[in-house]
């Protein structure tokens, strides 16, 4: 369904010949916002490398807000002090250098992870529900956090994080074993219905010790609720060689995707290895996804929103669309978290549920205001 | 998502065309065996499920009571105290079934169903708020918890299921930006849920884990009625659906040119679907996975390119219905029935896609 009010409508001569009498204006305009749609909002590589740029400076924005904003007011001569004289001590210091800093880093880690894992599994689902946790990473992290703190009485954040990303591994490995193994290899639908059915089997092993066992909850809300803080900086050191092999692999997986968009049998024809590209592909989703949720535990509406803003400034392109998104995820995470900070000072609200509650809202006008680029 | 419902033709079509009068359609031997199997295990599960208990009672003895040929007492076992669970586990079941089926043909998204939408995490939303608030000082708190758990959870769902409507309204509904619409307000019910769990004290943290998994326990021909009333109405609108849903799985433009009013079937099959799932949330928990799942078994049992309504329906009831019977046999804790549909439906459904015998886009 073509809707163009609201959406900017630029007209392109060669697109609305003049010389077709029986196409009502009307249509015409509607071809051309269609376009629009499904081109972006920005074209051509000068336009798009601005666009990374200006992305690149509104994340220095918020890092900055991230170290200079918290639920300890600090002043800003304070705050630059703390940076650049490493003679300066006192509580003011500690707070910037070992809190501050080390939570906006290991948020620019898990948004960059979060925006492109979410911009791979759109693409390799070619479903817009495609979020990175729908592939059993969330809920393998999950069984696998519950189990830790059940039978081991591991109760801290770092002690989950290997737990974590075992079970994340674990899930994506059985969703992938599954989904690819019935006739017809990895669909989109096999896979994402294998998924949401191993997921669901997951959840079911969560709250079965949930709901027996009141311990384990109490430690296990405050988990999966999903937030930055809390998490001392080792657990960024510890996370960040998969999240790197993770971003590369997800760079190297967009050109194939952009051909998978064609439908297996076209990319196929064109010469491309189908399996080999599904494989690195989700290789590359898992460490992302696993990695993400191991050091802040499910944080979920990132990868599900982000890839569709991206693509309504991109277009589908991935080899694009892959770099925004994870720009994006880190804007909107880390804006998230300071936004946490100051809203019920002096306590903080979880970047997890600040991200549902103030970007669901945005995420429903944005999909209300224009027809977002289809999959 | 590339709606191609075609498969290929191999071999002579077996389908036999029925004409009766003007009408006529295509008959599939599975689309009625489905249904009868569905109906008749249905029949049998619900009966052993109403003998099991500390005074057990025969199948046969159970359907002899239920038709009115019982001993008193049985009688007043079976109908006063038992049959209460069994039938909001069938309504409930029911509900969610059709209603997925409903979802996932309008959005033709196999992830799509009222669990995605948000209807669940809205109900869970008002029910939480109602167990964490609904002790605590001021206006706000009183009023919560004078407005009861059921009620909260009704109005919690309700709420979504028109925010879904309306926000994803315009000038008719598009199902993808259902869909997306629907995450969206997901996501916030999901996020308060958690949030309210951390705020709480940890006992009234367990009694909201036990409600948000879906339960049968302790439920009453107070639940059972309106939710029965409410289906009465409702199943039959979504059962004369089906043929314009059909044809509206063509696009809007070629419905339109066969004579299906579109936007008034939009909004029909969008609000049956919706309050359909948000009274059966508020009768038994928001028992997950039922209306994912049980629609997807459906369409690969009986065939066909979209799941099959009633069929959904008849699948979906077996399932909650045996669900809660395995918990409360086989399993050495009671755990809530919202666990077991999981751990029931979803070996299933992955034994089907690993057989894959045909590949469903």
């Given at each position: 369904m073509p809707e163009h009010d609201g959406a900017p409508v630029r007209t392109e001569p060669q697109l609305a010949p003049q010389g077709t009498p029986h196409r009502a204006p009307e249509q015409l305009a509607a071809d051309a916002a269609g376009e629009q749609r499904r081109r972006g909002l920005l074209r051509g590589p000068a336009t798009r490398i601005g666009g990374l740029w200006l992305l690149l400076a509104l994340v220095v924005v918020v890092c900055a807000l991230s170290i200079a904003v918290g639920s300890r007011s600090i002043d800003l001569g304070t705050v630059w002090r703390a940076l650049t004289?490493?003679?300066?001590?006192?509580?003011?210091?500690?707070?910037?250098?070992?809190?501050?800093?080390?939570?906006?880093?290991?948020?620019?880690?898990?948004?960059?992870?979060l925006g492109a894992a979410g911009a791979l599994m759109q693409g390799h689902t070619r479903n817009p529900l495609g979020d990175p946790g729908l592939l059993g990473v969330a809920a393998g992290a999950s069984a696998?956090?519950?189990?830790?703190?059940?039978?081991?009485?591991?109760?801290?954040?770092?002690?989950?994080?290997?737990?974590?990303?075992?079970?994340?591994?674990?899930?994506?490995?059985?969703?992938?074993?599954?989904?690819?193994?019935?006739?017809?290899g990895a669909t989109p639908v096999s896979l994402a219905l294998a998924g949401a059915a191993i997921s669901a089997l997951l959840y079911a092993l969560v709250r079965a010790v949930l709901v027996t066992d009141s311990s384990t909850l109490d430690s296990y809300r405050f988990w999966v609720v999903g937030s930055l803080s809390g998490r001392d900086s080792s657990v960024g050191w510890q996370v960040l060689p998969f999240i790197a092999v993770g971003l590369v692999l997800a760079m190297a997986n967009s050109p194939a995707l952009n051909l998978l968009g064609l439908g297996e049998d076209v990319a196929r024809g064109l010469g491309q290895n189908v399996l080999l590209a599904r494989v690195v592909g989700i290789t590359g989703i898992t460490l992302l996804t696993g990695?993400?949720?191991?050091?802040?535990?499910?944080?979920?509406?990132?990868?599900?929103?982000?890839?569709?803003?991206?693509?309504?400034?991109?277009?589908?392109?991935?080899?694009?669309?892959?770099?925004y998104s994870a720009l994006m995820g880190v804007v909107l995470l880390l804006a998230a978290d300071v936004l946490g900070r100051v809203v019920v000072r002096p306590g903080e609200l979880q970047v997890g549920i600040v991200l549902a509650l103030v970007g669901a809202p945005f995420f429903i006008a944005l999909v209300r205001r224009r027809t977002l680029a289809a999959l | 998502m590339s709606p191609t419902l075609t498969r290929p033709r191999l071999g002579p079509d077996k389908r036999r065309t029925v004409r009766v009068g003007p009408a006529s359609g295509v008959v599939r031997t599975r689309q009625l065996v489905v249904p009868v199997v569905a109906l008749a295990a249905l029949v049998v599960v619900s009966a052993a499920s109403m003998g099991r208990g500390d005074y057990p009672i025969g199948?046969?003895?159970?359907?002899?009571?239920?038709?009115?040929?019982?001993?008193?007492?049985?009688?007043?076992?079976?109908?006063?105290?038992?049959?209460?669970?069994?039938?909001?586990?069938?309504?409930?079941?029911?509900?969610?079934?059709?209603?997925g089926a409903l979802v996932q043909t309008f959005a033709r998204n196999p992830l799509a169903s009222p669990d995605t939408l948000g209807i669940n995490a809205g109900a869970s939303a008002g029910a939480v708020a109602v167990i964490v608030?609904?002790?605590?000082?001021?206006?706000?708190?009183?009023?919560?918890?004078?407005?009861?758990?059921?009620?909260?959870?009704?109005?919690?769902?309700?709420?979504?299921?028109?925010?879904?409507?309306?926000?994803?309204?315009?000038?008719g509904v598009d199902g993808y930006?259902?869909?997306?619409?629907?995450?969206?307000?997901?996501?916030?019910?999901?996020?308060?849920?958690?949030?309210?769990?951390?705020?709480?004290?940890?006992?009234?943290?367990?009694?909201?884990?036990?409600?948000?998994?879906?339960?049968?326990?302790?439920?009453?021909?107070?639940?059972?009625?309106?939710?029965?009333?409410?289906?009465?109405?409702?199943?039959?609108?979504?059962?004369?659906c089906s043929r314009q849903l059909g044809v509206l799985q063509f696009g809007e433009e070629t419905a339109?040119?066969?004579?299906v009013r579109v936007g008034a079937t939009q909004a029909v099959v969008v609000l049956v679907a919706v309050t359909m799932a948000a009274v059966s949330v508020s009768a038994a928990g928001p028992i997950g996975f039922v209306a994912l799942v049980v629609p997807q078994v459906a369409v690969r049992l009986v065939g066909g390119s979209r799941p099959p309504l009633l069929a959904s329906g008849l699948l979906g009831a077996l399932l909650v219905v045996a669900a809660d019977l395995l918990t409360r046999t086989v399993l050495p804790v009671a755990l809530p029935v919202g666990i077991v549909t999981a751990v029931v439906g979803a070996p299933y459904l992955l034994w089907l896609l690993v057989r894959g015998r045909r590949a469903l886009t």
């Open positions: 004289d490493p003679g300066f001590t006192g509580d003011d210091a500690v707070v910037i250098r070992e809190l501050r800093i080390p939570r906006t880093l290991l948020g620019v880690l898990v948004g960059l992870s696998a956090v519950v189990l830790a703190i059940f039978v081991l009485g591991v109760d801290s954040p770092s002690g989950y994080v290997w737990f974590a990303f075992g079970g994340a591994l674990l899930g994506s490995v059985a969703v992938f074993a599954i989904g690819s193994s019935g006739r017809g990695a993400a949720t191991a050091a802040c535990g499910p944080i979920g509406f990132v990868g599900l929103v982000v890839p569709h803003l991206a693509r309504a400034v991109t277009g589908p392109d991935h080899r694009w669309l892959v770099p | 199948v046969l003895d159970v359907l002899r009571t239920l038709v009115g040929a019982g001993d008193p007492t049985q009688q007043f076992i079976v109908t006063e105290l038992r049959a209460p669970r069994v039938v909001v586990g069938v309504l409930v079941g029911l509900a969610l079934g059709i209603s608030l609904g002790g605590s000082a001021g206006a706000g708190g009183q009023l919560l918890g004078g407005l009861g758990l059921p009620l909260a959870a009704l109005l919690g769902g309700l709420v979504t299921a028109l925010l879904i409507f309306v926000l994803a309204w315009r000038k930006r259902l869909v997306l619409v629907g995450v969206g307000l997901s996501a916030v019910g999901i996020a308060a849920v958690d949030w309210l769990l951390t705020r709480s004290t940890i006992q009234d943290a367990t009694a909201a884990t036990v409600w948000i998994t879906g339960s049968l326990n302790g439920r009453t021909w107070d639940q059972a009625w309106p939710l029965g009333l409410v289906l009465l109405v409702l199943v039959p609108v979504a059962l004369a339109r040119a066969l004579g």
